[in-house]
C-alpha cells in the first residue's frame, strides 16, 4: 500500500490503526514502483516511466529506430481491413498492452494508443506499422515526465 500526504503524524496514526489489524512493515519513502518513478522536491511531484519505456524498446529492438515528431500523422485513417492480417498477433497484444500501461505518465499517446487496440482481435500490419510508429515517438519522448504541484 502507498500512502502519500503532507501531514506525517496523519500518516503515522494511518499506519497504527492499520497495523493493529494487518501485519505491516514500512519501507519508508520510494522512488520507483511497478515501472513508475517517483521524484519529490519542494516543488511538487514527478512521476515518469523512462526506464519502463526505455525497457520496451529494448524488449522489442526499437532503440536503434530513429524518432518521430509525432505519434500518428493526421492524414492516417484506421479500418479494420487495412493491410494483412499478422499471423502471430502476440506481439502486437504485448507491445498495445505495454502502451496501455505507459499512458499512466504519457496521456500525449493515449488517443492514437486507443485507436491501436480496437484491432486488438485481428491486426493488421498497418496496425502494427502504427504500434511501432508510437514506440518510436516515445522513444523521443523518453526524457518528459509529469509534474505535480505541491500546491
Known amino acids: 500500500m502507498i500512502i502519500a500526504r503532507d501531514d506525517h503524524q496523519a500518516i503515522s496514526d494511518l499506519q497504527h490503526y492499520l497495523g493493529k489489524y494487518f501485519e505491516m512493515k514500512d519501507l519508508g519513502s520510494f522512488s520507483y514502483f511497478l515501472g513508475l518513478e517517483v521524484s519529490m522536491c519542494s516543488a511538487g511531484y514527478s512521476l515518469s516511466q523512462a526506464k519502463y519505456a526505455s525497457d520496451l524498446l529494448v524488449r522489442f529492438e526499437i532503440i536503434n529506430s530513429a524518432t518521430v515528431p509525432k505519434s500518428l500523422d493526421s492524414n ?10 499478422l499471423e502471430d498477433a502476440t506481439l502486437y497484444h504485448q507491445l498495445v498492452g ?3 500501461y505507459l499512458i499512466v ?10 485507436i491501436v487496440s480496437q484491432f486488438m482481435v485481428v491486426p493488421q500490419t498497418i496496425h502494427f506499422t502504427v504500434v511501432l510508429r508510437i514506440l518510436r515517438y516515445v522513444k523521443g519522448t523518453l526524457g518528459h515526465d509529469l509534474q505535480f504541484s505541491s500546491q
Open 76 to 85: 492516417v485513417c484506421l479500418t479494420p481491413f487495412d493491410g494483412i492480417a
Open 98 to 100: 505495454s502502451l496501455i
Open 105 to 114: 505518465t504519457c496521456p500525449d499517446i493515449a488517443y492514437v494508443v486507443h
